[in-house]
């Protein structure tokens, strides 16, 4: 978390095969809680988990 505080933004370069792309690595959920912007490569676990944590974001903002 040190290094990453430093951080303008977070690059998560992972070559798309059977594991990388049924595996979210954890440096994501610190970049999130950092509000740290974050390139993924184009692959589906990291849209379906994306759409549903700013499905969960918004219902927390709208219900306040």
């Known amino acids: 978390p040190k290094f990453l ?12 095969s059977p594991v990388t792309m049924a595996q979210i690595p954890a440096k994501i959920f610190d970049a999130m809680a950092m509000a740290k912007p974050i390139i993924l490569p184009p692959c589906q676990i990291f849209l379906r988990f994306l759409r549903v944590a700013v499905s969960l974001w918004s219902l927390a903002m709208w219900s306040r």
Not at 5 to 16: F, G, I, W
């Open 5 to 16: 505080s430093m951080a303008d933004l977070v690059v998560l370069p992972q070559r798309l």
